[in-house]
């Protein structure tokens, strides 16, 4: 899955005809809500992984991959009729983690806020054991403090 610019374009290009693809074309009733989030295309061009959301339940997501592998050949052929490269990349659907990833990680900010809430509850009213700041500071000099000149 390298960067070169080929390939990118190949992909977000294998993105626009997956997505076109399951609007319009497949109609298989397993398949649910679909979102294509990306598509990564290998340097040579010929394995194409494709990324996937599902808006829905447990069965929801399993009865879309199952769509999906069933409509694999016909995504494939017609990525090959519309690019119109010699070797037509094979393709593989991966569900994308982000967004139980992104949940997890709402739930671990929203317990630290609730944590500095609580520290804060805490904090309120109480006064340092010493000085409020307890770094040394340069001391500033007064006119007094100055040695006479002789």
Same mark, same amino acid.
């Given at each position: 899955?390298?960067?070169?610019?080929?390939?990118?374009?190949?992909?977000?290009?294998?993105?626009?005809?997956?997505?076109?693809?399951?609007? =319009?074309?497949?109609? *298989?009733?397993? #398949?649910?809500? @679909?979102?294509? +989030?990306?598509?990564?295309? $290998?340097?040579? %061009?010929?394995?194409?992984?494709?990324?996937?959301?599902?808006?829905?339940?447990?069965?929801?997501?399993?009865?879309?991959?199952?769509?999906?592998?069933?409509?694999?050949?016909?995504?494939?052929?017609?990525?090959?009729?519309?690019?119109?490269?010699?070797? =037509?990349?094979?393709? *593989?659907?991966? #569900?994308?983690? @982000?967004?139980? +990833?992104?949940?997890?990680? $709402?739930?671990? %900010?929203?317990?630290?806020?609730?944590?500095?809430?609580?520290?804060?509850?805490?904090?309120?009213?109480?006064?340092?054991?010493?000085?409020?700041?307890?770094?040394?500071?340069?001391?500033?000099?007064?006119?007094?403090?100055?040695?006479?000149?002789?």
């Amino acid at each position: 899955m390298t960067d070169n610019p080929r390939s990118r374009r190949l992909a977000d290009r294998i993105k626009v005809i997956v997505a076109q693809m399951l609007d =319009t074309r497949i109609k *298989d009733p397993r #398949l649910g809500f @679909v979102t294509v +989030t990306d598509v990564r295309v $290998t340097g040579d %061009l010929q394995s194409a992984a494709v990324f996937y959301t599902v808006y829905g339940s447990d069965e929801e997501r399993a009865g879309s991959a199952a769509a999906l592998e069933s409509a694999k050949g016909l995504i494939r052929s017609e990525v090959g009729k519309q690019t119109g490269i010699r070797l =037509t990349p094979t393709i *593989d659907f991966h #569900l994308d983690a @982000v967004p139980e +990833t992104a949940a997890h990680l $709402t739930a671990a %900010l929203d317990e630290a806020r609730r944590r500095d809430g609580e520290l804060a509850a805490l904090r309120a009213g109480k006064a340092f054991a010493g000085e409020q700041d307890p770094y040394r500071k340069p001391r500033e000099h007064d006119a007094d403090d100055l040695p006479d000149e002789v």
